[in-house]
Structures are given as structure tokens and as C-alpha cells.
Nanobody, 116 residues
Framework: VQPVESGGGLVQPGGSLRLSCATSDIFVHAMAWYRQEAPGKQREWVGGIMVDNRTIYSDSVKGRFTISRDVTKNTIYLQMNNLKIEDTAVYYC????????????WGQGTQVTVSS
């Protein structure tokens, strides 16, 4: 049931990138994206999507990032537009089965580097 991320890479400032996260867990209530700038730094919440497709974003990405879901593929996406250098991080996908509980399952992460 561990999520699997893909789609990271190198992009110039102002560019776009789309990350994918696939899960085999059919009991998922919500999924979210976190990012970590460097090893040892705290993971930062980016945004999440609920089972009813409601989405929530952190202020730092609101208006630039969009989370969507493809139910047929058990996959969520993180569309990142107008990327900034400070968006550089390892992006992690996570899921949980019940509201208000800890995020249970984590992917291995995918590197996003924004640089000119």
C-alpha cells in the first residue's frame, strides 16, 4: 500500500512540472504531498486531497500548485506551475485511511530541482 511517486526532475524558475503518486490501497480516505528541502529539515506540508475531492493547500503554493485525482488509476497528481527556486525539495506522497489520523503510508520521494 506504499504510494509510489514519479515525475520529479530539473526545471527552470517559472517552469512547470507534474508529479504523480499511485497507490494500491483501496481504503484511502485522503492523500497529501509533503516536501523536504534537505536531510534533517522538517518536512513541509504542501497540500492534500480528500476522498470527496476537496483540496487544501499551504499558503506557499496556493495559486501555483494543483492537486487532482484519477480514480480509475488510483493516482493523484501535483501540478506545479510558476516554480520558484525555493520549491526545490524532495517531494513525498502520503496517505491515510481515516480523517484526523496520522499519515500512515509514505512514498520514497522524488527530487524536484528548480534552477537556472
Amino acid at each position: 500500500v506504499q504510494p509510489v511517486e514519479s515525475g520529479g526532475g530539473l526545471v527552470q524558475p517559472g517552469g512547470s512540472l507534474r508529479l504523480s503518486c499511485a497507490t494500491s490501497d483501496i481504503f484511502v480516505h485522503a492523500m497529501a504531498w509533503y516536501r523536504q528541502e534537505a536531510p534533517g529539515k522538517q518536512r513541509e506540508w504542501v497540500g492534500g486531497i480528500m476522498v470527496d475531492n476537496r483540496t487544501i493547500y499551504s499558503d506557499s503554493v496556493k495559486g501555483r500548485f494543483t492537486i487532482s485525482r484519477d480514480v480509475t488509476k488510483n493516482t493523484i497528481y501535483l501540478q506545479m506551475n510558476n516554480l520558484k527556486i525555493e520549491d526545490t525539495a524532495v517531494y513525498y506522497c502520503t496517505s491515510r485511511r481515516a480523517p484526523g489520523t496520522a499519515w500512515q503510508y509514505w512514498g520514497q520521494g522524488t527530487q524536484v530541482t528548480v534552477s537556472s
